[in-house]
């Protein structure tokens, strides 16, 4: 997630759609103001400007659970309770910022084909075992509350899009352009090269496109996406 008040944007960011080298190319133009928040090792080091800025004392900040307190664990970077995270959707941000900037900064987020973002969430989600196998594409959607991916929620609130702007991954490259343009940054930033997605329909018998379908449900009837 980056809010930059330099450039007077808000990004929202979602899982597997590209916005981690969306993030990248946005926060090398983010000057020392602006709040970005904290991603993997691998990111923070090598694609984009570090994080800043995240942490936030605001009365709508959840407090650290007591027992990471009682037994003085560390508070995660990326955990609600320092104020800015991650992945963190729209309302909490508008609740953070306030409505001014809310209202007059440009907000914008990437969506996938659920059915693509589902086998590139499970490749993330699975290892590849001692023997050589991973556990079928199947056997990991059972498990709802692993396999389920929630970017949705992120950019709506009360079921409407909350933001000004939802790019798709299948036009990310023509996408982040029109959202530079529009930002006045059209040559100055740059999107790290994305990977080609693979044929993800070769993943799917009935029960995992059915279940993808019914799961994924509004985004796919917001954006007209087909298997």
């Given at each position: 997630m ?7 944007f808000?990004?929202?960011k ?11 190319g946005?926060?090398a ?6 709040v ?15 994080a800043?800025?995240?942490?936030l ?6 407090k650290?659970p007591w027992?990471?307190?009682l037994?003085?664990?560390p ?7 320092v104020?800015?995270f ?9 609740t953070?910022v306030?409505?001014e900037?809310?209202?007059s900064?440009f907000?914008?987020s990437?969506?996938?084909n ?7 969430w499970?490749?993330?989600k ?26 949705w ?15 798709r991954?299948?036009?990310?490259a023509k ?12 040559g ?7 990977r ?9 018998g009935?029960r995992s ?13 917001e954006?007209?996406?087909k298997?």
């Open positions: 980056i809010l930059s008040h330099d450039h007077k808000i990004f929202i979602t899982h597997r759609t590209g916005s981690t080298l969306v993030e990248a946005l926060a133009v983010c000057g020392p103001s602006d970005i928040t904290y991603a993997s090792e691998e990111t923070e080091s090598t694609l984009r400007r570090p800043q800025n995240y942490r004392r605001h009365p709508a900040v959840p650290r027992w990471r307190r037994l003085g664990r508070e995660r970077n990326h955990h609600p309770s104020g800015y991650d992945h963190m959707p729209a309302s909490l941000v508008r953070y306030g409505e900037v809310w209202r900064y907000k914008f990437f969506e996938r659920p059915w693509d973002r589902q086998v590139s499970y490749r993330y699975t290892r590849t075992r001692a023997d050589g196998t991973r556990p079928s594409f199947d056997t990991f959607n059972g498990n709802r509350r692993r396999a389920w991916v929630g970017n929620d992120l950019y709506t609130a009360d079921g409407n899009i909350a933001v000004d702007f939802v790019g991954y299948e036009t990310i996408d982040f352009a029109m959202v530079a343009d529009r930002l006045g940054l059209g100055q930033v740059t999107l790290p090269e994305v080609a997605s693979r044929d993800y329909r070769a993943h799917y009935d496109r059915h279940l993808i379908a019914s799961w994924y449900a509004p985004e796919i009837e954006f007209d996406y298997f």
